[in-house]
């Protein structure tokens, strides 16, 4: 199910803040990994963690795409999450719930899907190897995992991403400046370690970024 703009137009009315709400309208209405996440795990029963949420725009485009199990968001932004929370309580949807905490030192016990959306870039190649075998050890049967992250590789479009962070940082909407992109490679090696099997496709949308989606299904 595709959300009609109307839907997108509420979940940004949930945000207090200015900029909140016109970084969601835009958000929601051109990237298309919510879209994808759907795709994946809108008819699943299973909880989903997702690692990195933001503000939450993830959890409210799936309920507004009828998925209806438990969501956990996850984030070290204590602003984030509170705006999360803060937008779950509004939009009165149930079964929402967000903590904050930092994915290098942890996660929450859970057992379900897990989602990663474009914070890999901010881990070093071992801190993101630990993160992606602790999201893996989340996944229960039948559960997947699903990522999009920038890739490293030879491409314009991976120097154009490299650029786009940087911008994130500098206008302050990023806490933290990129430090390492993950390669294909590495995402195939560390979640078969784990026992997931991986597919990885392009995820360039309208955009000019080197994004793509990795799902990993045990
Ligand atoms: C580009 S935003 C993506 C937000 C969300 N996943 C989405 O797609 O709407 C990256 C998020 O990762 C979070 N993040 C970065 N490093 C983190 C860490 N070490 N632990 C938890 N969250 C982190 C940031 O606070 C930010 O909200």
């Known amino acids: 199910m595709t959300p009609t703009s109307a839907q997108l137009e509420n979940i940004a009315t949930l945000c207090d803040r200015r900029w909140d ?4 309208r835009t958000k929601l209405a051109s990237d298309p990994v919510y879209q994808s996440v759907v795709r994946e795990i809108g ?3 299973l909880p989903v963690l997702d690692i990195g949420c933001g503000i939450g725009l993830l959890s409210q485009y799936l309920r507004a795409c009828g998925h209806a199990a438990p969501i956990t968001g996850f984030d070290y932004d204590e602003r984030k999450i509170g705006s999360a929370a803060a937008m779950a309580i509004k939009s009165g949807q149930a079964g929402l719930a967000f903590s904050a905490g930092d994915a290098r030192t942890g996660l929450p016990d859970f057992s379900g899907n897990v989602v990663i959306l474009d914070i890999l870039q901010f881990f070093t190649p071992a801190e993101q190897d630990q993160l992606l075998s602790a999201a893996a050890a989340r996944v229960s049967p039948g559960g997947k995992l699903v990522i999009r992250t920038g890739l490293r590789d030879a491409s314009w479009r991976f120097k154009v991403t490299v650029l786009g962070d940087y911008f994130a940082k500098i206008t302050f909407w990023m806490k933290a400046a990129p430090i390492c992109y993950p390669d294909a490679d590495q995402m195939r ?8 099997r991986v597919e990885i496709t392009p995820l360039w949308g309208g955009t000019p970024f080197n994004n793509h989606l990795i799902v990993a299904q045990r």
């Open 21 to 24: 709400y016109h970084y969601t």
């Open 189 to 196: 090696r560390i979640l078969s370690q784990a026992g997931l």
């Open 43 to 45: 008819q699943s029963e």
